[in-house]
């Protein structure tokens, strides 16, 4: 088992940053690829970024590339989603989730075994 906690959302303006963090606890830290998704109201859950166990390969959702930037601690078993120049659309619940590294593919939720509980963005315009 994987236990997953975000933290970091909140109200930001548009062109603003934040930065989200995801702790993990449970089983190898490593074992495991970490992804952060968002949902928005009326909307499917949507890939947002990827980092693979050792953090040197990283993976981005066509609408975040270039603005966003994921990286993992894993000596603090800790997952990072800087997020920069924000949009209104950025609005959304972003959820941090872990994955087996050599099932499913990483942009696809039904590949990741272990969701945290959300964290809420809110870009005003």
């Known amino acids: 088992q994987v236990q997953l906690g975000e933290s970091g959302g909140g109200l930001v303006q548009a062109g603003g940053s934040l930065r989200l963090s995801c702790a993990a606890s449970g089983r190898t830290f490593t074992t495991y690829i970490l992804g952060w998704f968002r949902q928005a109201p009326g909307k499917e859950r949507e890939f947002v970024a990827a980092v693979n166990w050792s953090g040197g390969m990283t993976y981005y959702g066509d609408s975040v590339k270039g603005r966003f930037t994921i990286s993992r601690d894993n000596a603090k078993n800790v997952v990072y989603l800087q997020m920069n120049s924000l949009k209104p659309e950025d609005t959304a619940v972003y959820y941090c989730?872990?994955?087996?590294?050599?099932?499913?593919?990483?942009?696809?939720?039904?590949?990741?075994?272990?969701w945290g509980l959300g964290t809420r963005v809110t870009v005003s315009s």
């Open positions: 989730a872990a994955k087996p590294r050599y099932i499913g593919s990483y942009d696809s939720t039904s590949a990741y075994d272990y």
